[in-house]
């Protein structure tokens, strides 16, 4: 599984084989059944997840037990709660894996052990972050600026290979929205 990562980062940095030796020995790979959790909400989230194959979600409950989806992951994509892995606190949220999956897991401390010994890393991960930022600034935009049907559309191009992967609900949730809306909007 770590050839996966492997050639993942490989788009990013180049590593050389006794870099990425470092990185796999630090690492552990995991495997998850459907509706198994990675995080449930009061843990502190203590690790770099990168999925190797099948799909997440990250999401929490309103004070009324209404479920909203955050984020989704697939294949080749990071997982986390980056609050609760900045500030050490108890997450708010829950990481449920949506599909039979693996992961590649790196403790916190290992992984900045890491970063401090292989440059590479460092840059991927600096890189990955202002990503991550970008992305987030889109959705914030998408979600306060955009009609339901524009929402939807800028999923489905954002996102094709997650829509046919998650459930309608989690669709609607994660777009901030009711299934019966986002039914009508797919019929229309």
């Known amino acids: 599984m770590f050839s996966k990562f492997k050639s993942y980062l490989n788009q990013f940095v180049e590593i050389s084989d006794d870099e990425f030796d470092i990185i796999c020995k630090a690492g552990v790979e995991r495997h998850l059944r459907k509706s198994q959790s990675l995080l449930h909400d009061g843990e502190v989230w203590n690790y770099n997840c990168f999925i190797v194959s099948g799909c997440f979600r990250l999401y929490r409950f309103g004070e ?16 986390t709660d980056q609050e ?19 992961v590649l897991l790196w403790k916190k401390d290992s992984w900045q052990k890491l970063i401090a010994t292989v440059p590479a890393l460092k840059l991927f991960e600096e890189g990955l972050q202002a990503r991550a930022y970008e992305a987030s600034q889109q959705r914030i935009y998408s979600l306060i600026s955009g009609s339901a049907e524009e929402k939807y559309l800028t999923f489905q191009k954002t996102y094709p290979n997650v829509f046919n992967k998650v459930p309608l609900y989690m669709v609607a949730s994660y777009l901030g929205m009711s299934r019966e809306t986002l039914s009508r909007i797919r019929k229309g």
């Open 64 to 79: 009324d037990g209404t479920d909203h989806t955050m984020r989704f992951g697939i294949e080749n994509w990071w997982m």
């Open 84 to 102: 609760s892995y900045n500030q050490g606190t108890p997450s708010e949220y829950n990481i449920e894996a949506l599909a039979k999956s693996t």
